[in-house]
Nanobody, 123 residues
Framework: QVQLVESGGGSVQTGGSLRLSCTVSGIAYRYTWTSWFRQAPGKEREGVAGLYIGGAGRVAYADSVKGRFTISQDVAKNTVDLQMNSLKPEDTAMYYC???????????????WGQGTQVTVSS
């Protein structure tokens, strides 16, 4: 059974940092995208950062987070992490990770999704 579990969300002030982790189990996800999405109330889900597992470090970021967020893989822990720095109130959202062979960067066609972790940034 495939499971994705997000952790690390919380509340911070503008300019603060958080590190999200997505623990993946039950799937050997080589040569697939694993990405982070977010959804704020009343808005569509959007891709934030993606990592192509087995793709020589290929990553992708939404323009709104470039230079502030970094996605990485921790092979030993089997996690895909999202380091978020210089957080802004507009980063407030529920953050989800997703993986699976149907996925591609920010297209929400992934096979598997986590339950989400809330990030709140106050001004």
């Amino acid at each position: 059974q495939v499971q994705l579990v997000e952790s690390g969300g919380g509340s911070v002030q503008t300019g603060g940092s958080l590190r999200l982790s997505c623990t993946v189990s039950g799937i050997a996800y080589r040569y697939t995208w694993t990405s982070w999405f977010r959804q704020a109330p009343g808005k569509e889900r959007e891709g934030v950062a993606g990592l192509y597992i087995g793709g020589a470090g290929r990553v992708a970021y939404a323009d709104s987070v470039k230079g502030r967020f970094t996605i990485s893989q921790d092979v030993a822990k089997n996690t895909v992490d999202l380091q978020m720095n210089s957080l802004k109130p507009e980063d407030t959202a529920m953050y989800y990770c997703a993986t699976g062979p149907r996925g591609y960067w920010d297209r929400p066609s992934y096979n598997y999704w986590g339950q989400g972790t809330q990030v709140t940034v106050s001004s």
